[in-house]
């Protein structure tokens, strides 16, 4: 069905090339002068004879601005994910959410995909038709359907396999953007996490100073302990598990961790568990070490009963009327354990609280007579406790508190507060100070964190002194044998210390309460202190019976014991005798009234958090990548062909307009270069040239013509006056075919023609 146009043109009659003569310059300047675009015909007339260009890039613009838009676009949804990657949702009101604008803005990215493919695809199908083969008709079918929908780009697949490379990665493009949205909701999943809670507490206690205040009382005498501190000691020793001996953190919300702290010192810990960004706290504690002595015991048989005995003198027996089963009893010197004293055994026993040597027999079964006459095998043991600077990293989870040791170093006296120039006699000097009648002097244990935090800067050994306040200390060292005096300086926050008069009241505990007795068995198993306390032997009782555990006493279980202990008495300095600092004035006073030590954690409330999986973004980065290149290849050919195929893209009028033919009328080799000025100089004569209309010019001309299509049965076919409508057939009637023309003319034609416009 052909268009009823309601505007009828119809060229004069041509003449032939040799009856035409040319123009005047004056004739042609008079023509333009005379002749505007609505008396001329409505394509344009031109005498121009240079080589005209399409406008390529304009006719790109839009595409352009949309491949530049969906790069964008992926760059703002991978921003935006991995700007909340394992935090917490964004609050942005109870109507807008963070998938709710991944949605968005991947739509939003697939219409700009889209838009781009689909005018590849489109401007592919002029392309296809533009070569010497002869193609199917329904080919153009199939690429316009390829660029509007999915099922169009599958059928268009096979048509352009092999044949059109862009075409199919347009039409592949198509079909794929439609995963677009679900990769990218896919990219983001929520998964439980933790965040920090603002206005929570979280603390642990820890000592920097013991005792903070009172502890002992040194009226009359030698320093004693105060029933307090005789209570926590004996506690530790019986109910080391107990809920009274552990540490309880203070954490709000159930999650905390301490990350505030000294940084670790990868060289003590080389443990891989811990990482870099890890930080650990410190404090004065108890430490205990414990050596096998079983080989060093000697046994020797009087009549019935046999003895075994330490080359230090102790010793138990079997005898038939009655077993020596249980002795323990503190041992200050330890050079009889000959070969087993190494150098560690050496610097930590030296200033120990106390050296507790242990001897346990366990009995084999017997055929007659008393069982427990019949002993299966013996166990001996020293175990050294002392005061120590532990280090550790915590965390509370669920409200469980994990600490674990990274580090563990005895502390020495510190003799500087009593000597400014340490004598060269060590030992006797020492020896005075803490003879009977000096206990009015002050000889603090003391120890250096290494590496530690001060005011935000890290210190070690190396650079301590460099610190505008520092303090100096004289360690009184034992090592290989030998005692040597350490001078040094650090800052206060990196001292750690313990008050040497309440370490006396301590030792008066552990020796004369909890590990000084013995235990017999004649018909029963009975225990008695070596000396007789205010608190009845109850603690030595009750040590010795745990020590000897029925008769199943090994060296892992009496270790384990002693390691209790410590442990527990260590958790008691922290909470209960730790202060965070030292006293300000050094004596032999108890320190009243300190503050007590703690270090401040982050609290976590558990949540659903962001968890970004970035291998999702790739098919939409991809396809972005993919339809950006095939925009430049598809560009940059449309800017090959500039001079001769303008750029249509989806376009239909150029099937109206031209029909099957879409080559210009006549494409003369001639001067193309020439300006027109040389050619009106030369009197040379163009033939006939016509260009063809770019897709916003067809537009325009498609805006000033009117149509009416005919129906069957509807519209008069017969012959029509000259005011109404007439149907064009032959493409040499189509002015508006005519977008840019160098005609051969005179001025009568010319006339004739625009006379026959104006009717």
Request: proline share 5%; net charge negative; glycine share 6%.
């Amino acid at each position: 069905m052909a268009p009823i146009l309601h505007h009828d043109f119809q060229t004069q009659g041509q003449k032939d090339s040799s009856d035409h003569h040319c123009l005047s310059a004056t004739t042609i300047q008079h023509f333009e002068d005379h002749t505007s675009l609505q008396d001329a015909a409505p394509a344009a007339i031109s005498i121009s004879s240079t080589q005209h260009s399409y406008h390529i890039f304009r006719a790109w613009v839009w595409e352009i601005f949309s491949i530049l838009s969906a790069i964008a676009l992926i760059a703002a949804i991978a921003s935006l994910l991995f700007s909340f990657d394992g935090s917490l949702p964004p609050d942005w009101g109870a109507n807008i959410n963070l998938n709710a604008v991944l949605a968005l803005l991947s739509t939003v990215f697939r219409a700009m995909l889209v838009i781009v493919v689909s005018q590849i695809i489109s401007q592919r199908k002029w392309d296809w038709y533009r070569d010497d083969h002869l193609r199917s008709l329904a080919d153009l079918q199939k690429f316009d359907t390829g660029s509007r929908g999915v099922l169009g780009a599958l059928s268009l697949v096979p048509k352009v396999l092999l044949r059109d490379f862009i075409a199919l990665i347009a039409a592949i493009i198509l079909l794929l953007s439609f995963l677009v949205g679900p990769f990218v909701q896919q990219a983001s999943r929520t998964v439980s996490c933790a965040y920090q809670a603002p206005g929570m507490a979280a603390s642990l206690p820890y000592a920097h100073f013991v005792p903070r205040t009172g502890g002992y009382t040194n009226k009359d005498g030698p320093p004693k302990p105060t029933t307090d501190t005789r209570i926590t000691l004996l506690s530790s020793a019986t109910a080391a598990e107990g809920v009274e001996n552990q540490i309880s953190g203070t954490c709000s919300t159930g999650n905390c961790t301490f990350p505030n702290g000294d940084p670790i010192d990868a060289k003590v810990a080389n443990d891989l568990r811990f990482r870099n960004d890890e930080t650990s706290h410190s404090t004065v504690a108890l430490c205990n070490k414990c050596t096998d002595v079983r080989s060093l015991v000697s046994v020797s048989t009087a009549g019935s009963s046999q003895t075994y005995s330490l080359p230090n003198g102790f010793n138990i027996s079997d005898g038939y009327n009655e077993m020596k089963t249980v002795f323990i009893s503190p041992n200050p010197e330890l050079d009889w354990m000959g070969n087993t004293f190494n150098q560690e055994l050496q610097t930590i026993s030296r200033w120990a609280f106390s050296n507790v040597t242990f001897l346990t027999l366990t009995p084999g079964v017997c055929t007659s007579g008393y069982a427990m006459s019949c002993p299966g095998s013996y166990q001996a043991a020293v175990c050294i406790l002392y005061p120590c600077l532990q280090s550790y990293v915590a965390s509370i989870t669920n409200g469980e508190l994990s600490e674990e040791i990274i580090q563990s170093e005895p502390m020495q006296l510190d003799l500087m507060p009593n000597v400014d120039d340490p004598p060269s006699n060590i030992e006797s000097t020492f020896e005075n100070l803490q003879g009977q009648s000096a206990f009015d002097v002050y000889v603090p244990y003391a120890a250096v964190k290494s590496p530690c935090q001060v005011d935000g800067a890290i210190y070690d050994l190396q650079n301590m002194s460099s610190h505008p306040a520092t303090t100096n200390l004289s360690l009184f060292v034992t090592e290989a044998g030998s005692n040597w005096i350490r001078n040094l300086s650090a800052p206060e926050a990196c001292i750690y210390r313990h008050d040497y008069q309440f370490s006396r009241a301590v030792i008066s505990v552990l020796e004369e309460d909890l590990f000084s007795g013995t235990c017999y068995v004649y018909r029963s198993f009975t225990c008695e202190p070596t000396t007789q306390t205010i608190w009845g032997g109850l603690g030595t009782i009750k040590v010795l019976e745990t020590l000897y555990n029925n008769g199943s006493a090994n060296f892992s279980y009496t270790e384990n014991l002693f390691e209790s202990f410590a442990k527990a008495t260590s958790n008691r300095y922290r909470f209960q005798f730790g202060s965070s600092t030292s006293p300000s004035a050094i004596g032999n006073v108890a320190p009243v009234n300190l503050l007590v030590g703690e270090i401040q954690g982050i609290a976590w409330q558990t949540s659903a958090c962001v968890l970004v999986q970035g291998q999702w973004l790739l098919l939409p980065a991809g396809l972005a990548l993919a339809a950006a290149i095939l925009s430049v290849w598809t560009i940059a050919t449309s800017w090959r062909y500039r001079h001769s195929r303008p750029v249509w893209k989806d376009s239909i009028l150029p099937l109206i307009l031209y029909s099957d033919r879409l080559e210009p009328k006549n494409l003369p080799p001639l001067t193309h270069h020439l300006d027109r000025d040389d050619l009106i100089k030369d009197g040379t004569c163009l033939e006939e040239q016509e260009m063809l209309l770019e897709a916003t010019e067809m537009g325009k001309v498609a805006d000033r013509t009117p149509v009416k299509f005919r129906w069957p049965h509807n519209a008069d076919q017969g012959s029509l006056n000259k005011t109404g409508p007439v149907t064009l057939t032959s493409q040499e009637d189509k002015w508006w075919t005519r977008r840019r023309k160098t005609r051969q003319f005179d001025t009568d034609s010319l006339l004739d023609e625009r006379e026959g416009l104006n009717e």
